[in-house]
Nanobody
Framework: QVQLVESGGGLVQPGGSLRLSCAASGSIFSINTMGWYRQAPGKQRELVAVITSGSTTNYADSVKGRFTVSRLNAKNTVYLQMNSLKPEDTAVYYC????????????????WGQGTQVTVSS
């Protein structure tokens, strides 16, 4: 069984910062791209930031310069440092990872975390 467990969401004032973490656990052979998506009420889920196993990153235009995605491969963990938060960043943030489970070779599957709420409000 492979699991993604997120932490770090909460309520923050505009201009504040939060750091999200997501740890992958279980019978893992290999992890490729990891990243974060978000879904605001009434809107579709959208990409926030992703990072490959080689540390190449990609960001949504709306978060460039404010958010930083990173990963610690030794701990199968991806992070999202969010600075200068705005009310429009309010959403449920989901961790996503392409993971090859043990016993399947390099056959990657898409996994999602349960989501963590980020609310930016004064």
């Amino acid at each position: 069984q492979v699991q993604l467990v997120e932490s770090g969401g909460g309520l923050v004032q505009p201009g504040g910062s939060l750091r999200l973490s997501c740890a992958a656990s279980g019978s893992i052979f290999s992890i490729n791209t990891m990243g974060w998506y978000r879904q605001a009420p009434g809107k579709q889920r959208e990409l926030v930031a992703v990072i490959t196993s080689g540390s190449t990153t990609n960001y949504a235009d709306s978060v460039k310069g404010r958010f930083t995605v990173s990963r610690l491969n030794a701990k199968n963990t991806v992070y999202l440092q969010m600075n200068s938060l705005k009310p429009e960043d309010t959403a449920v943030y989901y961790c996503n990872a392409a993971i090859a489970p043990l016993g399947g070779g390099f056959s990657y599957r898409n996994y999602w975390g349960q989501g963590t709420q980020v609310t930016v409000s004064s």
